[in-house]
């Protein structure tokens, strides 16, 4: 089993910037790629940005430039720096963990962290 906590969500203007933080416990060694998603109301769950165990980044369009996902396997935590925020961005940031068996792909959800962008 793997166990995610995030936090660093909050309240800030457009324009401002948060920075997000995961921190990862259990079978850690299963994992290979991590991400996070954001799911705004009345809205699917989105990626907006994962990385791979090698440090292999991918971001959605809206994330590209303004974001920045980093992993720190020393401390089993991985980070989402976001800049230049939007009231767009504003939803429910979860951290996501994958694991691959034979066969089969596990993913791990955290609680969920609110963003809120607004004036």
């Known amino acids: 089993q793997v166990q995610l906590v995030e936090s660093g969500g909050g309240l800030v203007q457009p324009g401002g910037s948060l920075r997000l933080s995961c921190v990862v416990s259990?079978?850690?060694?299963?994992?290979?790629?991590m991400g996070w998603y954001r799911q705004a109301p009345g809205k699917r769950r989105e990626l907006v940005a994962a990385i791979t165990g090698g440090g292999s980044t991918d971001y959605a369009d809206s994330a590209k430039g303004r974001f920045a996902i980093a992993r720190d396997n020393g401390k089993n935590t991985v980070h989402l720096q976001m800049s230049s925020l939007k009231p767009e961005d504003t939803a429910v940031y979860y951290c996501n963990a994958v694991a691959l068996g034979p066969g089969a792909r596990y993913d791990y959800w955290g609680q969920g962290t609110q963003v809120t962008v607004s004036s």
């Open positions: 259990g079978s850690i060694f299963s994992i290979s790629a």
